[in-house]
């Protein structure tokens, strides 16, 4: 089955920096790639998604970009803002009756 | 539109003891999943479903059990609770398909003692 994995754990960054997170995926038949935001005490939050047959998305300050060769894709948040903490989990999926497979999450703090 | 719903939002067991968790959603979402959320361990699949009387094991399911009689309700019981299985659960559902925005509930924390 899908095995996802996700860097890094936990990520540190100055209010105005962007971040980087990375997931790399095991299954090449799988074709949605979707990032969720978790806040304290909250249920996940999808924040954007990828499918396949595009290389990038962006929606303000978030992107998304996958690598479909290297079976790779990334979470870029650029001037990141204190409300931008949170723990974020990749996923990826096959599709048909296949549920997400979710990444360990991140955990990354804005420091103002 | 309260989304999805769960209950309760927190429980105390005692090792052995049965309960059930329950999800409602208000969307006409078609599937619906339990998940379990412990720390370093990220979200992990319990049981889903496809659909109304259908049900389907996931990567953890054991010690857990299921039932959607109804499409809006997705009921995840534990038969003799063990000290693993305390963890923060959630439900999701999605509306068509598993490649769609799946929502999810506030999260039942519970705690087996």
């Known amino acids: ?112 | 539109n309260a989304g999805v719903t769960q209950t309760p939002k927190f429980r105390v067991l005692k090792t052995g003891q049965s309960m059930t968790l329950l999800c409602a959603q208000d969307m006409n979402h078609e599937y619906m999943y339990w998940y379990r959320q412990d720390p370093g361990m990220g979200l992990r699949l319990i049981h889903y479903s496809v659909g109304e009387g259908t049900t389907a094991k996931g990567e953890v399911p054991d010690g857990y059990n299921v039932s959607r009689l109804k499409k809006q309700n997705f009921l995840l019981g534990l038969e003799s609770a063990a000290p693993s299985q305390t963890s923060v659960y959630f439900c999701a559902s999605t509306y068509l398909g598993v490649n769609t925005e799946a929502f999810f509930g506030q999260g039942t924390r519970l705690t087996v003692v």
């Open chain 1, 1 to 112: 089955g899908e095995n996802v994995e996700q860097h890094p754990s936990t990520l540190s960054v100055q209010e105005g920096d962007s971040a980087v997170i990375k997931c790399t995926y095991s299954d090449s038949a799988s074709n949605y790639f979707p990032w969720y935001k978790q806040e304290l005490g909250k249920g996940p939050q999808l924040i954007i998604d990828i499918r396949s047959n595009v290389g990038e998305k962006k929606d303000q300050r978030i992107a998304v970009t996958l690598n479909k060769t290297a079976k790779h894709f990334s979470l870029h948040i650029t001037e990141t803002q204190p409300e931008d903490s949170a723990v974020y989990f990749c996923a990826a999926s096959m599709g048909g009756n296949t549920p997400l497979v979710f990444g360990k999450g991140t955990r990354l703090s804005v420091i103002a």
